[in-house]
């Protein structure tokens, strides 16, 4: 999937993204700061197609070149390198010498990648959502996942789940599992089997029926067995964000020994339709979707959900969604059930739906840190899971 994006100049970008990466990231921000005071070295990320010309594609490309060894004196203030030393001037002058050094190699991730951050944490409310919406129903699912990348979440039913009482207020300050409380009984074994999640409330029921089907649609889909492949997931993943990292190399793992995922490539309003129609009819569809909405204008978020709507007059169909600021009209129905969001980090909202004939029934079911660090699932009573209007 490409975001869509106004023509910004690329300074503008950075300026923007500095704050953006503030709250986890201060060598990021410290970066993006500078980029937006270097209008010649931020020049290089015209390089990159409009859609994806974005802070965090330049990022991922010298991301990419320190995570493999090219950029050893840079290396020394990336955490997910080994690296130890806070932000400061060197760290910039560092980030620019690495441009300069390696700038064919930069250019080439910009022309032909794109920012595919593929978030495992994320299947924590997914698969609160899931449970939800089945209500201890055991008809199988076929889940059909919209901007997939390589497929990652669609193994959520084999993730372990550690859930964490956290305090309503001290949500925005977890940065990494270490921040959460510790368990004194907490389970042994391997990252992949103990994702830690601080759960603002009571913890949410996370039995599923079983996944009888997982398919992800994606314009440019990844392959777990590509070395390459997953050596740019690696680098879209944030210098001090190395719990996410032991995560993703988890699941990475994970998803090798399993080949079941079936991705699907193309544009997804081409392809949603004629993928749905080719599953079973004993089977609930249920199409997923996080962090893509930013990816689509406004016209192609309206024709994604007027294709949700027609799909659910050829059977039941179920949405389970994740998105920030794009899930119109969930963000007023959220607003008017669970009030504000964290100061901090508002998070994604956690949407459902229901499509079935001429009916639809939508629930705003709670909020999420973007990377699953927090959960507060608050869902409403199925009894009153009506329909919203002007969707």
Avoid: K
Avoid at 126 to 140: E, K, Q, S, Y
Avoid at 145 to 171: F, I, K
Avoid at 286 to 302: F, K
Avoid at 331 to 357: H, Q, T
């Amino acid at each position: 999937m490409h975001p869509t994006q106004d023509d910004t100049p690329v300074t503008g970008r950075f300026a923007t993204f500095a704050t953006e990466a503030a709250p986890t990231s201060p060598r990021y921000e410290a970066i993006a700061e500078a980029m937006a005071r270097e209008p010649d070295a931020a020049a290089i990320l015209a390089h990159a197609p409009l859609p994806q010309r974005r802070a965090t594609l330049l990022f991922a490309a010298v991301h990419d070149l320190v995570l493999r060894g090219r950029a050893p004196r840079l290396a020394a203030w990336y955490p997910t390198a080994g690296g130890a030393v806070e932000p400061d001037d060197g760290l910039v002058a560092a980030f620019l010498d690495v441009l300069a050094d390696h700038r064919d190699a930069i250019v080439a991730r910009l022309e032909h990648r794109a920012t595919q951050t593929n978030e495992p944490g994320r299947t924590v409310a997914m698969r609160a959502g899931l449970a939800w919406l089945a209500a201890g129903g055991d008809r199988p699912l076929a889940l059909v996942e919209v901007g997939t990348s390589a497929g990652l979440l669609l193994h959520l039913d084999r993730y372990r789940h550690e859930l964490v009482p956290v305090d309503p207020e001290a949500r925005c300050e977890l940065r990494s599992d270490d921040d959460l409380p510790a368990v004194a009984d907490a389970a042994e074994g391997s990252a992949v089997q103990r994702w830690r999640t601080g759960v603002v409330g009571q913890a949410p029921p996370m039995v599923l029926p079983p996944v009888a089907r997982r398919i992800g649609i994606d314009a440019a889909p990844l392959d777990v067995a590509d070395a390459d492949d997953r050596a740019w997931l690696r680098a879209c993943v944030w210098p001090e964000h190395t719990d996410r990292l032991a995560r993703l190399d988890a699941a990475l793992a994970l998803a090798t020994e399993h080949d079941d995922v079936e991705l699907v490539t193309g544009d997804l309003q081409h392809r949603l339709a004629p993928t749905v129609a080719a599953i079973a009819p004993e089977m609930q569809v249920v199409v997923l979707h996080s962090a893509t909405l930013a990816y689509l204008s406004p016209p192609q978020r309206a024709a994604f959900e007027s294709t949700l709507e027609q799909l659910g007059r050829d059977r039941p169909v179920w949405r389970l969604g994740l998105e920030g600021h794009f899930l119109t009209p969930f963000d007023r129905l959220a607003r008017e059930r669970l009030g504000p969001p964290p100061n901090d980090e508002p998070g994604f909202l956690i949407a459902a739906s229901r499509f079935d004939g001429d009916r639809r029934d939508d629930a705003v079911l709670g909020r999420l840190q973007s990377h699953g660090r927090w959960l507060a699932f608050d869902p409403p009573s199925r009894a009153t899971f009506g329909p919203v209007d002007d969707v």
